[in-house]
């Protein structure tokens, strides 16, 4: 097999992840896009959803692979909350228009993608609880309910972010304004706002 054909496939998936979503993906639609035959694609895919699979799994990997190895990194617990917090904003604060695309998967009946977000669940979501513990634990953050917590980082950090990809493009505002939510959901701004986030609820 080409493993360049199989590669191309999965790029292209990732692209239909920004524009379409998951929905959006026909094997037929993808297959001419890649300029490859049916047949091609399904000897690396046998089905269309393994394919979304795959294609899921391949976005998420490189956030997973980085918090999988913050978390084996000894020292102190604040800064290891900070950073597996930093990994995940800068994963997601490029890949929100990506997220907001699932979200509208997931409400339409993908099943594959509302499989996928359960998984999150047990990976980048559980190890900022588990860090929000340790940090807790070691006195170096107020002791609250840790969902609580995450609620407030996530708002705080995010928030901005999901707005500013939620806009209609045709939306009726004046560059000013757009302007300025551009400012508000650059890594400065948003690394500034994390830093923020976390002096709030820091001992």
């Given at each position: 097999m080409d493993i360049r054909a199989e590669e191309r496939l999965?790029?292209?998936?990732q692209q239909w992840l920004k524009h379409g979503g998951v929905r959006g993906m026909k094997l037929r639609r993808i297959?001419?896009?890649?300029e490859l035959s049916p047949g091609t694609f399904t000897a690396y895919f046998p089905t269309l959803g393994e394919f979304k699979k795959k294609?899921?799994?391949?976005?998420?990997t490189p956030l997973q692979t980085e918090v999988n190895?913050?978390?084996?990194?000894?020292g102190n617990a604040k800064e290891r909350l900070r950073t597996i917090l930093l990994a995940v904003m800068r994963f997601f604060r490029p890949n929100a228009g990506v997220m907001i695309q699932l979200l509208l998967d997931a409400s339409a009946g993908e099943q594959v993608v509302s499989d996928f977000l359960q998984k999150l669940q047990g990976n980048h979501i559980f190890a900022?609880?588990?860090?929000?513990?340790?940090a807790q634990a070691a006195g170096a953050?107020?002791?609250a309910p840790v969902e609580q917590q995450m609620f407030y980082l996530v708002g705080a950090v995010n928030m901005p972010v999901m707005f500013y990809h939620l806009l209609p493009d045709n939306m009726p505002i004046g560059t000013s304004i757009l302007d300025s939510l551009g400012n508000a959901v650059s890594e400065e701004m948003t690394l500034q706002r994390l830093d923020w986030a976390l002096k709030g609820i820091s001992l």
């Amino acid at each position: 097999m080409d493993i360049r054909a199989e590669e191309r496939l999965i790029e292209i998936g990732q692209q239909w992840l920004k524009h379409g979503g998951v929905r959006g993906m026909k094997l037929r639609r993808i297959c001419a896009e890649a300029e490859l035959s049916p047949g091609t694609f399904t000897a690396y895919f046998p089905t269309l959803g393994e394919f979304k699979k795959k294609v899921l799994d391949n976005w998420y990997t490189p956030l997973q692979t980085e918090v999988n190895r913050i978390e084996k990194i000894e020292g102190n617990a604040k800064e290891r909350l900070r950073t597996i917090l930093l990994a995940v904003m800068r994963f997601f604060r490029p890949n929100a228009g990506v997220m907001i695309q699932l979200l509208l998967d997931a409400s339409a009946g993908e099943q594959v993608v509302s499989d996928f977000l359960q998984k999150l669940q047990g990976n980048h979501i559980f190890a900022v609880r588990r860090a929000l513990l340790e940090a807790q634990a070691a006195g170096a953050i107020e002791q609250a309910p840790v969902e609580q917590q995450m609620f407030y980082l996530v708002g705080a950090v995010n928030m901005p972010v999901m707005f500013y990809h939620l806009l209609p493009d045709n939306m009726p505002i004046g560059t000013s304004i757009l302007d300025s939510l551009g400012n508000a959901v650059s890594e400065e701004m948003t690394l500034q706002r994390l830093d923020w986030a976390l002096k709030g609820i820091s001992l």
